[in-house]
């Protein structure tokens, strides 16, 4: 049964999705739909059963807070990878976007170019993949997707999903090739997405990055995100066969 891409597991009052990990056969990853508070203790072990019943000898989590964790760590996960979440309030302060930078909406025939982007500027473990940047899209209520470039007629320079719900916004992905970092089109696409979420009622922006990715970090920070001490976490599981 292996190879199912994406399915939505609703077992109770709890939603996950699960699909293929990107690049990793045989390994699953469990999206947590609902967004702020734990499944159940009974649903981290079904979905676990699920996932091993359709061949995963593996399945990792998608970034949970302490809270969101606990059950799955009761049912056997461990930590594989530390994120910094970082926030900022929204409208104060925004800052005026670099109009250098060409910034279009992302259009379907943009997703091959965007995940050639997104491969360069991530180490495979974040690397996304079409289903992948399918999931980001849908991440959220509303979304804005843009694309970057150095001026109209350059290549491709990187790409930035923002989602909101309510009074909350996200960053939910922001990638730039790496040939064209410090170039200032990461600044202009979080500037652009921030303005976005002002221009909708949004009172409080989020953004999370691993912690060893000290560029991105420098770059929120400058751009008035200050980091929350409990962070993220990603979490693991080996599973029996």
């Not at 292996?2 to 990107?22: I, Q």
């Not at 649903?43 to 676990?48: E, G, K, L, N, P």
Request: net charge positive; proline share 5%.
């Amino acid at each position: 049964m292996l190879g199912r891409r994406s399915e939505v597991l609703r077992l109770g009052g709890d939603r996950l999705r699960l699909r293929n990990w990107a690049g990793e056969a045989g390994t699953g990853l469990l999206i947590h739909l609902t967004s702020g508070s734990a499944v159940s203790d009974a649903t981290a072990t079904a979905a676990i059963e699920t996932a091993a019943a359709q061949g995963y000898q593996r399945l990792r989590t998608s970034a949970l807070s302490r809270f969101e964790a606990e059950p799955f760590l009761r049912a056997g996960f461990k930590p594989c990878q530390q994120l910094a979440l970082l926030t900022r309030p929204i409208p104060s302060g925004l800052p005026d976007r670099n109009g250098s930078i060409a910034i279009r909406r992302a259009r379907r025939r943009d997703h091959t170019s965007v995940l050639a982007v997104d491969r360069d500027a991530f180490e495979p473990f974040w690397q996304l993949d079409q289903p992948g940047l399918h999931d980001a899209l849908r991440a959220t209520p509303f979304r804005r997707f843009r694309i970057a470039r150095q001026d109209a007629n350059a290549a491709l320079t990187g790409y930035a999903i923002c989602g909101r719900s309510g009074p909350a916004g996200y960053l939910q992905r922001l990638a730039i090739s790496p040939r064209q970092q410090g170039q200032g089109a990461g600044a202009a696409l979080v500037i652009d997405g921030l303005r976005w979420m002002a221009r909708w009622g949004v009172t409080q922006a989020w953004v999370n990055t691993p912690k060893h990715n000290s560029g991105a970090l420098r770059l929120y920070e400058r751009l008035g995100f200050e980091q929350v001490p409990s962070g993220l976490q990603v979490l693991e599981r080996v599973l029996e066969p």
